[in-house]
């Protein structure tokens, strides 16, 4: 039952973790387990021949079972704990527990973020078939632990027999041997009786074995092979391309799970046809496109349905339509999609289909000529929860994005925005944002219509033109209004501020977010024009 188990779980943490040593101790653990129990199974139910070996065999089976409960709760316990937590606590340890949140260094990385996601599905289940692999290994320890007990409490109290039976006299010892020949005459006889049962037996144990045995193989063999395969194609595109490569097991192409396009050091405009027809389909998770100066989205994204992000940098985005477009059927696992310093006068269709991508909650857009959003967006990211347009010519309030039921981190920094409809809180489909950034606008005025049930933890609007604040702003902001740079922190206009406003004494002392919510110097540096592989 356990090796059964522990089989598709060393098949998923080949398609989800790429450290290969943690990969190699998974096999080892179950290739451990099928031959340790081969060896154990084939001393416990070796057939006993005469009296004398039937005593000593006895033994030796008590010895082996002894030792198969103590190695299995050694493998389960590995498998069950020790290996798990070598991949979660790491990631505990980086958890900020004042901010709730992990690092943006992590966060922005091409491999970390991708390594947090899939190594922690690793280690939490998945689906109800994955939580019964993971639940085994612990049963197994605590039905081993009671075993263990129970053998060594019957060995305890078997010793006092054994001394009373050591010191009996001279007539009882015959007596006792009477008995045994007899037991012995009659076990030869039952024994003639039942060949059928015995070569029922030998059969199943033959069988048995030989499970154990091969499936042992059979892992070792599939292990090295997809850790070990040999590379086919274009040697120098996968160096420059791949920056994590994964082992799953039968994977026909190369398999990796984070590629770094780069038009310009291939001497590129955009990626041809089958730029990505090299790449295993199910291993591809992330993909970033930079320096295109006449990109079109290749067809060929529809066809990885493991994709978790994808990223345009540095492009002149000339077309992605609906030939190309991202799909809820396709894209299950679609979690973000970022667009930094992209030449683009709208929303590209091929993120706007509907119904909507199911995880797809992570939307930003940096450094864009984009200067209004479609009405579609309500119904195409409605399942949105973090929207950044900063950097952009926006020229008013995109209120369609408040019709975005989930949503809770906006930020407008750095647009075009000079003033927001009245009803624009009152009407909204969200009631609360963590986050709302308005900073670096030529904003005047909030708007004065108050909805009680709408709250914002942080407010932003550092550089703007307010020069007065709505009363809805004392009592449904909760944590603070950052404002630095604005004309009410000028002395004169300061006087109404309240315990909650911030306007800081250098730039230093204002909320980050002044400046702007996707953190472009760490991104900046992974995006060299002339990019070496680091992965």
Not at 77 to 102: E, Q, R
Not at 109 to 136: H, M, P, Q
Not at 237 to 260: G, T
Not at 363 to 377: G, I, K, M, R, Y
Request: negative net charge; glycine residues 4%; hydrophobic residues 45%.
């Amino acid at each position: 039952m356990e090796i059964a188990t522990q089989v598709p779980g060393t098949y998923l943490y080949g398609t989800l973790i790429a450290r290969p040593w943690i990969n190699h101790v998974k096999a080892a653990l179950l290739v451990l387990n099928c031959w340790s129990s081969f060896i154990i199974y084939r001393a416990i139910s070796k057939p006993n021949r005469v009296h004398t070996e039937a005593t000593i065999s006895g033994m030796s089976r008590q010895s082996a079972r002894f030792s198969a409960e103590v190695v299995d709760v050694l493998l389960a316990a590995a498998t069950g704990m020790l290996l798990p937590s070598a991949i979660f606590v790491p990631y505990l340890m980086k958890f900020d527990i004042n901010t709730l949140d992990f690092p943006d260094a992590m966060l922005y990385d091409d491999t970390d973020y991708l390594n947090l996601v899939l190594e922690n599905r690793a280690f939490f289940a998945i689906s109800w078939g994955d939580a019964v692999t993971k639940i085994v290994p612990h049963v197994s320890v605590f039905v081993c632990l009671v075993a263990i007990g129970s053998m060594i409490e019957s060995a305890s109290k078997a010793e006092p027999k054994a001394l009373k039976a050591t010191l009996s006299s001279s007539p009882v010892r015959e007596l006792h041997s009477k008995r045994s020949s007899v037991r012995m005459d009659s076990h030869r006889a039952s024994m003639t009786a039942s060949k059928p049962a015995r070569r029922f037996h030998r059969v199943y144990r033959l069988v048995a074995l030989s499970v154990f045995l091969v499936t042992g193989v059979i892992v070792v063999v599939l292990h090295f092979t997809a850790q070990y395969k040999t590379t086919r194609g274009d040697l120098d595109l996968i160096d420059k391309s791949c920056f994590q490569i994964m082992h799953p097991w039968f994977a026909h192409n190369y398999s990796c799970a984070v590629i770094k396009y780069n038009c310009y050091a291939q001497d590129l405009t955009s990626p041809p046809p089958g730029a990505l027809d090299w790449l295993e389909r199910v291993a591809l998770r992330t993909i970033v496109f930079m320096h295109c100066s006449e990109f079109v989205m290749p067809e060929s994204i529809r066809e990885f349905p493991s994709l978790m992000g994808i990223e345009l940098w540095n492009t002149t985005l000339v077309r992605w339509g609906e030939e190309s477009a991202l799909s809820a059927e396709l894209h299950p696992m679609m979690l973000f999609l970022i667009m930094g310093y992209v030449n683009m006068t709208e929303v590209p269709t091929g993120i706007l289909r509907f119904p909507p991508l199911a995880r797809l909650t992570d939307l930003e857009f940096t450094h864009t000529n984009l200067t209004a959003l479609p009405d579609s967006v309500a119904d195409s990211w409605s399942n949105v929860q973090v929207l950044y347009i900063e950097h952009s010519q926006l020229n008013r309030f995109p209120r369609v994005v408040m019709k975005i039921p989930v949503l809770s981190e906006l930020s407008l920094i750095d647009n075009k925005i000079a003033t927001m409809p009245d009803d624009v809180l009152v009407t909204a489909a969200s009631t609360y944002f963590y986050d709302l950034a308005l900073s670096r606008n030529p904003l005047r005025k909030l708007p004065d219509a108050r909805n009680e049930a709408f709250g914002v933890s942080l407010l932003s609007l550092e550089f703007t033109l307010i020069v007065e604040l709505p009363l809805w702003v004392l009592t449904n902001v909760w944590e603070y209004v950052s404002l630095g740079g604005s004309p009410i922190c000028e002395e004169g206009h300061n006087a109404s501020l309240t315990g909650i406003e911030i306007c800081g004494q250098d730039d230093n002392s204002w909320d980050p977010l002044g400046e702007q919510g996707f953190p472009t110097q760490l991104v900046e540096p992974l995006r060299m024009l002339k990019s070496q592989q680091t992965g």
